[in-house]
């Protein structure tokens, strides 16, 4: 009994000596375990509030991409990133990772030629002022306030929406064309696919050359003498008939190298279809460290 009763008196303490951005942390923590991400990202949202500590940031993102609240995921896990890296800490690239992973499933608009000390807000998040503001924001129709004037422009993803300021509302956006996207797949094995591309290819090339000399000589056989054709059957000197069959095994050999290439070929595109994408580092943090989860997709 006195065991039980100390043990409730130490977590007392514990639980009075926490300060209220630690204990909203922990909360956070708890709904997140259970799957109750908006819960979770309003306790870490408050907890970051009143304590900014990196590995709260790291969370933040993690449940606003739950949510698929990518947009502030991202500008999480850049803050996040930002701060590790001058503070010098290791992990600063898990976030850079996390950051990296859902850039390419957002848009972005760039705000051009406002004046300066101009108000500009872009999908009701307000932007520092400058002559060019950029944002990462959802996809879909995204409201942009410059000054008194209110813009709309419509951003896929991987697509970048251009909005100048001086420019009439009709004419004010033009969206920059995606860069092509491979999926993300494994660098290595894209190599490995480009080069049995590269080497089928020329194995093909150099079979169907050989298939033509092949054909070639045994042409000449038929034009010099050497053999004719008769009753469906070729009928040849012993010097020509040498000749025939050297020429009927090159054409052979050609037809094999050219298979060959045609499946070095296939076997590329196969290795380049069914390429992993990369390994995406994921973090798992507390307010004061971090794990690392791996994720690899196909």
Same mark, same amino acid.
């Given at each position: ?129 400058g ?23 419509? %951003? ?5 929406? #251009?909005?100048v300021a001086? @420019? /009439?509302?009709? $004419?004010?956006?033009? +969206? ?18 480009y ?43 012993p ?8 020429a ?14 045609? %499946? ?5 595109? #196969?290795?380049?279809?069914? @390429? /992993?994408?990369? $390994?995406?580092?994921? +973090? ?15």
């Open positions: 009994m006195r065991v039980v009763l100390a043990s409730l008196l130490w977590s007392s303490l514990a639980l009075a000596q926490a300060s209220p951005g630690a204990v909203l942390f922990e909360e956070g923590r708890t709904l997140s375990q259970k799957g109750d991400y908006a819960g979770a990202c309003d306790r870490f949202e408050k907890s970051y509030a009143l304590e900014p500590a990196t590995g709260t940031l790291l969370n933040l993102g993690d449940c606003h991409e739950h949510l698929s609240q990518l947009a502030q995921a991202w500008r999480a896990f850049d803050e996040a990133a930002t701060k590790l890296d001058a503070a010098h800490d290791d992990r600063a690239k898990f976030a850079r990772l996390r950051r990296d992973a859902i850039t390419p499933k957002l848009g972005a608009v760039v705000v051009k030629g406002a004046s300066t000390g101009i108000r500009i807000t872009i999908g009701g998040r307000e932007e520092p002022a002559t060019e503001v950029t944002e990462h924001v959802d996809p879909g129709d995204v409201e942009i306030h410059i000054g008194d004037s209110i813009r709309h422009v419509t %951003v896929a993803a991987g697509e970048t929406s #251009v909005v001086n @420019a /009439p509302a009709g $004419v004010a956006s033009s +969206p920059e064309p995606a860069m092509p996207d491979d999926g993300g797949r494994s660098h290595g094995r894209k190599l490995l696919s080069g049995l591309w590269g080497v089928g290819g020329a194995t093909f090339v150099t079979g169907v050359a050989l298939g033509f000399v092949g054909r070639s000589h045994y042409q000449e056989q038929l034009d010099n003498g050497m053999c004719s054709k008769a009753t469906g059957s070729v009928v040849c000197t010097a020509g008939g040498a000749q025939m069959n050297d009927i095994h090159l054409a052979n050999i050609g037809t094999g190298v050219g298979v060959a290439g045609l %499946v070095l070929v296939a076997a590329g595109t #196969v290795l380049y279809i069914t @390429a /992993p994408r990369d $390994v995406i580092v994921a +973090p798992t943090a507390t307010a004061t460290s971090a794990g690392v989860t791996l994720v690899r997709s196909f």
